[in-house]
Structures are given as structure tokens and as C-alpha cells.
């Protein structure tokens, strides 16, 4: 039996799906689903209808906004009745006899509206509003206006109600919820007729042994095989390879290849597997996100040292179909700028992920998990430290981005502590030229003023947050804040501070406070960083101590990516000095 959820924005739809459902079941000539009815809009407990959607229904019918949403929530199909000529003209004429009256209401609701005042040749002002943001603004300018009724729909109605308008509720007919019925179970038989052929389809397959799948040329799925449907995992992997444009994906411990066929305006997939290698165990690779408190320091920073086109670049790269490049020294908001260019994009709703490509093997695992979201859509992925990838993990990531479309994709960053050209191989480079970039300045550059304006704010948000009565720095503390190189820019900055402040009894936080709190933050990074090494008592036998020398400058060279720079820094040497042990190696 077909069952079909009802899903009213008000009570009045609500009685008349009963209604009309109650009357179709006494119809013999219609077969008889299972009707449920819920009292639901978008602006209620989102609960409500997510607890609802757990049941396995064939069809939903809404109406308006509540319809919108519900096509975000499930794949279910759904009927929106919207509104018919008659419903709103008989609420317009209603309001005829009312002065002051306007129509208040999205754009793909006026767009009706629009229509019926033309060919009934009638007068009511029409305010259009694209995002509910714009509401309160356009409710108070109508309010001047001396406007006191509002025609509307259940998405306009209850921030109207509150702005003390009478409102008009544009409600549906009991002819349109007929008419939305009759709709909806025509469309479940068609279903029924359409999965009939496709299982008529399937079992010929089968027959001849072949996992199939059939794709219309909007990359939906039309039917698939037997064989394939009865594993589900198989084929959720099939999908997400097809929409990935990958010929080959791996399941478990198989490799599978896929072979496309066209046929006019379809295409259709045979599965084959494809060899068999080693099972990788799933790792989630992906790095937490930034501590509020710090987002927020980071924020105050940006607007207090950048200038209003810094602030355009990164609105317009965030909606660019294209790579970003954000260059900059250690500590100096790299992905608080990648978090900025996400919360700005088209991608903001969805998950953003930063990946520290310095670890080992990082990429390569993520890519090869079976739900990895690097196959997904409309997603925001922060690459960190790329050139601290070795040159495999490198050369990876760009055929990756280019076989699977990912910054078509998805929003796509990479982010550098020094410039791109240090580590960097040659395969990458094109990609990275291709990308937009962000150059963030140094900390060091700050002025004196702007410090103690950051000084000043970061100071009031502590005794906010933690009832404190902090009224600043003494004048030698200043000093001494203005005169330190910070190294590691504004994070070191932010860091020392905040470790002052919890540690002063005073009203002003002295030099002492500043000192001790530099040293912890020093000793605190040296922690986390340092990696022990082994000690050489002896040379080894049959090595002479150029062997030795020539040993080390490889090994370190290794372990710092092949970063050339980073590497005569680490040896206490030049780079030509290096250059020089490496031609001898």
C-alpha cells in the first residue's frame, strides 16, 4: 500500500488534506494509499518533520515554503499545490474593500500574483523580497508608508503579525487540494508503470550476468541491474565514481572499473572489477577547527591592519570557480583568511576541512576511503603546508583535482608558510598558478597605535568573558610589547597576552607578566614541536666522517620534504653550502 504524508504550513490546509483524502478513499476507481497528516512550517521545530521523515513514504504534498524546504530534507517526491489563479484572486478581491493595502511575499510567489492583477486589471501594490533579511526592513518602510493591511503567504504572515500589520493569508482552495491529490497518485502509478519496465529491464541483465547501471544526461540514475541494486554500498560507490568522473573507484579490499556506453541521450555503465589491492583501513585525516575565541582575535586583527579591498579580494575569490592560494608566516591567520573564504562562498552551508598535508600519507588515505568527502559536492577543502608533501602526495593531489573536477566542485585552498616556488614539484606548479592569490603581511609590520588598539580590545573581551577588572599595561610592559620581533606573528601575540592576563593580580599587567608569559608560550611551542634525536657515540664501521656528514644532510633533508631552505636552517648552513654536500652525496 502507497502511503502518502501530508504536510500542512497551517491548520486550515491541514483540515482540508483530511477532508479530501477522506472523500478520494470512498472513490472505487482510485487505489487506496495510507494518508498521514502533520501541521508543519518551516519556521516550527525542525523535529517535528525530521522525525516524521524516518518513515519510508512514497509521496509528500505541501505547499509554498514549507514544499522548499522539504525538497532540501528528503529525496521523497514531492507535490507542492501552490496557488491557484482563483485562490488569489479571491483573497485580493476580499482586500478591495480595505484601504492601505500592499502584497508582501518571495519572488516566486509574486511572479502569480503579478499575472492575476494583469489580466484582472487591478492596482494592489506588489513588494517583492529575495531573503527573509530583507523582511523587517521593508515591513518598517511600509509601516512609514501608513500601509496597515498585508496580503501574504505563511513564509511573510508571522513576521508581518509581529510588525502589528493585519494580515490576509493567501489560502489554498479545496479545488486545488483535489486537483494536488489527483496529481500526486497519477504520478505514483506513473512510478509503478516506469519500475515495472525497469525490473523487466533488470532481470534481462541479470540473465546475462552484468551489472549495469543507466544514467539520463543530467547524470540521474534511470534503473539498474539486480546485481547491483542488491548491494547497496556497491552501488552508492557506482553513483559517486559516475558524478566524480572516474572510470575506476576501489570497494573494500576490490577495485572496480567502469565502462560507458551511449545511447542517444543515455549512457549506460557496465561494473567489471578491476584487480585486487591491499586493504586500507579508514582514517579520518581531516584537522579541528579554529578555537572561537581565537576566531574572533583574528577577526579584530584583520579589520583593524587591512584595508576595505583586502576585504573585497577575498568576497570575490570565495565565489570563484577556481583554486585560492594564501600565502603567509607562521601565525599570521592563514585559516581564519581559508575559514573567511568559506563562510563568504557558495559552499558556506556545508562542511569546510582543513588537511595538514605535511603528515605522512595524509592525502593518500583520505582519497582512498570509500565515504571520503573528498568525493562529495559543494564543500570547502584547506590544504595546509602542500609543499611539505613529499612529491608523490603532490603529484596525487593534482591528478585527483583534475580526473574528479574537485575545484569545479568544491571550494579548494592552499595555504603556504613561505613562497610557493620552496618544495614545490613541477607537476603542482600549474595548478598553483591557476589559483588566486592571498599574500597576508607580517605582524612585524603592525604599527604601535593599532597594537594598542588590539591591546585595548583584547584586554575588554577577557574581562567580559571572565569577570575580571584588567585596566591595561603598564607603560614598561608597553614598551616591551612594541620593541619584540614576534616571530610568530599575531597568534604568539595573542597567545603571550592571554597567558599575562590570567596570571596578573593587578590592575595593570606588568613587565613581569609579559616576560614570564613569552617564555611559557616559547617553552609551550618547543614541546610540542621538538622531535628527539638519536646521539652518535661512534662512527660506524667502514664510514668516514664525510660519509657521516653527507648521511646527515640527506636524512635532514628528508625529513623537511626536500624544503631546501628549511633544511640549511635547521643544519646551521648556507644554502650553497648545501647545495654543495648534495652534488658530493
Given at each position: 500500500?502507497?502511503?502518502i504524508?501530508?504536510?500542512?504550513p497551517?491548520?486550515?490546509l491541514?483540515?482540508?488534506?483530511?477532508?479530501?483524502?477522506?472523500?478520494?478513499?470512498?472513490?472505487?476507481?482510485?487505489r487506496?494509499?495510507?494518508?498521514?497528516?502533520?501541521?508543519?512550517?518551516?519556521?516550527?521545530?525542525?523535529?517535528i518533520?525530521?522525525?516524521?521523515?524516518q518513515?519510508?513514504?512514497?509521496?509528500?504534498i505541501?505547499?509554498?515554503?514549507?514544499?522548499?524546504?522539504?525538497?532540501k530534507?528528503?529525496?521523497?517526491?514531492?507535490?507542492?499545490?501552490?496557488?491557484?489563479?482563483?485562490?488569489?484572486?479571491?483573497?485580493?478581491?476580499?482586500?478591495s474593500?480595505?484601504?492601505?493595502?500592499?502584497?508582501v511575499?518571495f519572488?516566486a510567489f509574486?511572479q502569480?500574483?503579478?499575472?492575476?492583477?494583469?489580466s484582472?486589471?487591478?492596482?494592489?501594490?506588489?513588494?517583492?523580497?529575495?531573503?527573509?533579511?530583507?523582511?523587517?526592513?521593508?515591513?518598517?518602510?511600509?509601516?512609514?508608508?501608513?500601509?496597515?493591511?498585508?496580503?501574504?503567504?505563511t513564509?511573510?504572515e508571522?513576521?508581518?503579525?509581529?510588525?502589528?500589520f493585519?494580515?490576509?493569508?493567501?489560502?489554498?482552495s479545496?479545488e486545488?487540494v483535489?486537483?494536488?491529490?489527483?496529481?500526486?497518485?497519477?504520478?505514483?502509478?506513473?512510478?509503478?508503470t516506469?519500475?515495472?519496465?525497469?525490473?523487466?529491464?533488470?532481470n534481462?541483465?541479470?540473465?546475462?550476468?552484468i551489472p549495469?547501471?543507466?544514467?539520463t544526461?543530467?547524470?540521474l540514475?534511470?534503473?539498474?541491474?539486480k546485481?547491483?541494486?542488491?548491494?547497496?554500498?556497491?552501488?552508492?560507490?557506482?553513483?559517486?565514481?559516475?558524478?566524480?568522473?572516474?572510470?575506476?573507484?576501489?570497494?573494500?579490499?576490490v577495485?572496480?572499473k567502469l565502462?560507458p556506453?551511449?545511447?542517444?541521450?543515455?549512457?549506460?555503465?557496465?561494473?567489471?572489477?578491476?584487480?585486487?589491492?591491499?586493504?586500507?583501513?579508514?582514517?579520518d585525516?581531516?584537522?579541528?577547527?579554529?578555537?572561537?575565541?581565537?576566531k574572533?582575535?583574528?577577526?579584530?586583527?584583520?579589520?583593524?591592519?587591512?584595508?576595505?579591498?583586502?576585504?573585497?579580494l577575498?568576497q570575490?575569490?570565495?565565489?570563484?570557480?577556481?583554486?585560492?592560494l594564501?600565502?603567509?608566516?607562521?601565525g599570521?591567520?592563514?585559516?581564519?583568511?581559508a575559514?573567511?573564504?568559506h563562510?563568504e562562498g557558495?559552499?558556506?552551508?556545508?562542511?569546510?576541512?582543513?588537511?595538514d598535508m605535511?603528515?605522512?600519507d595524509?592525502?593518500?588515505?583520505?582519497?582512498?576511503?570509500?565515504?571520503s568527502?573528498?568525493?562529495?559536492?559543494?564543500?570547502?577543502f584547506?590544504?595546509?603546508?602542500?609543499n611539505?608533501?613529499n612529491?608523490?602526495?603532490?603529484?596525487n593531489?593534482?591528478?585527483?583535482?583534475?580526473?574528479?573536477?574537485?575545484?569545479?566542485?568544491?571550494?579548494?585552498?592552499?595555504?603556504?608558510?613561505?613562497?610557493p616556488?620552496?618544495?614545490?614539484?613541477?607537476?603542482?606548479?600549474p595548478l598553483?598558478?591557476?589559483?588566486r592569490?592571498?599574500?597576508?603581511?607580517?605582524?612585524?609590520?603592525?604599527?604601535?597605535?593599532?597594537?594598542?588598539?588590539?591591546?585595548?580590545?583584547?584586554?575588554?573581551?577577557?574581562?567580559?568573558?571572565?569577570?575580571?577588572?584588567?585596566?591595561g599595561?603598564?607603560?614598561?610592559?608597553l614598551?616591551?610589547?612594541?620593541?619584540?620581533?614576534?616571530?610568530?606573528?599575531?597568534?604568539?601575540?595573542?597567545?603571550?597576552?592571554n597567558?599575562?592576563m590570567?596570571?596578573?593580580?593587578?590592575?595593570?599587567?606588568?613587565?613581569?607578566e609579559?616576560?614570564?608569559a613569552?617564555?611559557?608560550d616559547?617553552?609551550n611551542?618547543f614541546?610540542q614541536?621538538?622531535?628527539?634525536?638519536?646521539?652518535?657515540?661512534?662512527?660506524?664501521?667502514?664510514?668516514?666522517?664525510s660519509?657521516?656528514?653527507?648521511?646527515?644532510?640527506?636524512r635532514?633533508l628528508?625529513?623537511?620534504?626536500n624544503?631546501?631552505?628549511?633544511?640549511?636552517?635547521?643544519?646551521?648552513?648556507?644554502?650553497?653550502?648545501?647545495?654543495?654536500y648534495?652534488?658530493?652525496?
Amino acid at each position: 500500500m502507497k502511503k502518502i504524508l501530508c504536510v500542512a504550513p497551517y491548520q486550515g490546509l491541514n483540515m482540508l488534506f483530511q477532508e479530501v483524502s477522506r472523500e478520494l478513499i470512498t472513490d472505487k476507481n482510485i487505489r487506496q494509499p495510507l494518508f498521514d497528516f502533520i501541521r508543519f512550517d518551516r519556521k516550527d521545530d525542525i523535529t517535528i518533520i525530521t522525525d516524521a521523515l524516518q518513515t519510508n513514504y512514497d509521496l509528500i504534498i505541501s505547499r509554498g515554503g514549507t514544499a522548499t524546504l522539504l525538497k532540501k530534507m528528503t529525496k521523497v517526491p514531492i507535490i507542492d499545490i501552490g496557488v491557484s489563479q482563483y485562490d488569489l484572486l479571491s483573497t485580493i478581491q476580499t482586500a478591495s474593500r480595505l484601504s492601505k493595502v500592499a502584497i508582501v511575499a518571495f519572488a516566486a510567489f509574486t511572479q502569480r500574483v503579478k499575472a492575476v492583477l494583469k489580466s484582472f486589471n487591478l492596482k494592489t501594490p506588489i513588494y517583492e523580497i529575495a531573503h527573509e533579511n530583507e523582511l523587517p526592513d521593508l515591513l518598517r518602510t511600509l509601516s512609514g508608508q501608513d500601509i496597515s493591511t498585508l496580503i501574504c503567504d505563511t513564509s511573510t504572515e508571522a513576521s508581518a503579525k509581529s510588525a502589528k500589520f493585519t494580515t490576509l493569508l493567501i489560502t489554498t482552495s479545496k479545488e486545488s487540494v483535489i486537483n494536488a491529490f489527483r496529481n500526486g497518485l497519477n504520478f505514483l502509478n506513473q512510478m509503478d508503470t516506469q519500475r515495472e519496465l525497469a525490473d523487466a529491464l533488470a532481470n534481462t541483465l541479470d540473465n546475462l550476468n552484468i551489472p549495469t547501471i543507466t544514467m539520463t544526461s543530467q547524470q540521474l540514475p534511470l534503473f539498474s541491474s539486480k546485481l547491483l541494486t542488491k548491494d547497496e554500498s556497491l552501488e552508492k560507490s557506482v553513483l559517486r565514481a559516475i558524478h566524480n568522473g572516474r572510470n575506476h573507484f576501489a570497494l573494500n579490499t576490490v577495485r572496480y572499473k567502469l565502462t560507458p556506453y551511449q545511447n542517444g541521450n543515455l549512457t549506460v555503465y557496465t561494473i567489471g572489477k578491476w584487480g585486487s589491492p591491499q586493504k586500507r583501513d579508514e582514517t579520518d585525516e581531516l584537522s579541528l577547527p579554529m578555537d572561537p575565541a581565537l576566531k574572533d582575535a583574528f577577526a579584530s586583527y584583520f579589520k583593524l591592519t587591512q584595508p576595505p579591498v583586502f576585504f573585497n579580494l577575498i568576497q570575490s575569490y570565495s565565489r570563484l570557480n577556481r583554486p585560492v592560494l594564501i600565502i603567509g608566516a607562521l601565525g599570521s591567520g592563514k585559516n581564519y583568511i581559508a575559514d573567511l573564504l568559506h563562510a563568504e562562498g557558495l559552499q558556506s552551508a556545508h562542511p569546510i576541512h582543513h588537511l595538514d598535508m605535511g603528515k605522512a600519507d595524509a592525502f593518500n588515505k583520505l582519497m582512498n576511503q570509500s565515504n571520503s568527502p573528498l568525493y562529495g559536492t559543494n564543500q570547502c577543502f584547506v590544504f595546509e603546508g602542500l609543499n611539505r608533501a613529499n612529491a608523490i602526495t603532490q603529484r596525487n593531489l593534482v591528478e585527483f583535482t583534475i580526473q574528479t573536477q574537485l575545484a569545479s566542485r568544491n571550494q579548494v585552498i592552499f595555504t603556504f608558510k613561505q613562497s610557493p616556488d620552496d618544495g614545490i614539484s613541477t607537476e603542482i606548479k600549474p595548478l598553483l598558478d591557476y589559483a588566486r592569490t592571498l599574500t597576508l603581511d607580517s605582524f612585524q609590520n603592525v604599527t604601535g597605535a593599532k597594537i594598542v588598539q588590539l591591546l585595548t580590545g583584547m584586554i575588554n573581551t577577557y574581562n567580559r568573558e571572565h569577570g575580571t577588572s584588567i585596566m591595561g599595561v603598564s607603560d614598561i610592559a608597553l614598551d616591551f610589547i612594541l620593541n619584540e620581533s614576534w616571530p610568530e606573528n599575531f597568534i604568539q601575540f595573542y597567545q603571550v597576552l592571554n597567558i599575562a592576563m590570567a596570571s596578573t593580580l593587578q590592575d595593570y599587567i606588568g613587565i613581569d607578566e609579559i616576560r614570564m608569559a613569552l617564555a611559557t608560550d616559547q617553552k609551550n611551542r618547543f614541546i610540542q614541536n621538538h622531535q628527539p634525536t638519536k646521539e652518535i657515540s661512534s662512527l660506524p664501521q667502514g664510514k668516514t666522517l664525510s660519509d657521516m656528514v653527507q648521511e646527515i644532510v640527506v636524512r635532514t633533508l628528508a625529513a623537511n620534504n626536500n624544503n631546501r631552505t628549511k633544511t640549511a636552517k635547521v643544519l646551521g648552513i648556507s644554502r650553497a653550502t648545501l647545495w654543495r654536500y648534495l652534488k658530493q652525496a
